[in-house]
Nanobody
């Protein structure tokens, strides 16, 4: 069984910073890509940033230049450094991982439980 556990959310003032962490555990052969998504009340879940196993990154236009995604393959972990936070960044942030269980298996998407980020003065 695979678990993704996020941490690092909280309340921060506009202009502040937070760092989210996501750790995957279980019988994992490899993780092809990891990503962060977010969902604000009344909105659909949207992509924030993704990173492949060879560190190619992709960002939503709304966070480019402010957020940085990184990963530690040895720890099956991903991180999201969020700077210059704005009230519109307020949402539940979810970690996603595309996981293989053997070198011949397809990849399966897994999600974390989410961590709340609130940007408010």
């Amino acid at each position: 069984q695979v678990q993704l556990v996020e941490s690092g959310g909280g309340l921060v003032q506009p202009g502040g910073s937070l760092r989210l962490s996501c750790a995957a555990s279980g019988s994992i052969f490899s993780i092809n890509a990891m990503g962060w998504y977010r969902q604000a009340p009344g909105n659909q879940r949207e992509l924030v940033a993704t990173i492949t196993s060879d560190d190619n990154t992709n960002y939503a236009d709304s966070v480019k230049g402010r957020f940085t995604i990184s990963r530690d393959n040895a720890k099956n972990a991903a991180y999201l450094q969020m700077n210059s936070l704005k009230p519109e960044d307020t949402a539940v942030y979810y970690c996603n991982a595309l996981i293989q269980f053997s070198n011949r298996s397809p990849t399966y998407p897994y999600w974390g439980q989410g961590t709340q980020v609130t940007v408010s003065s």
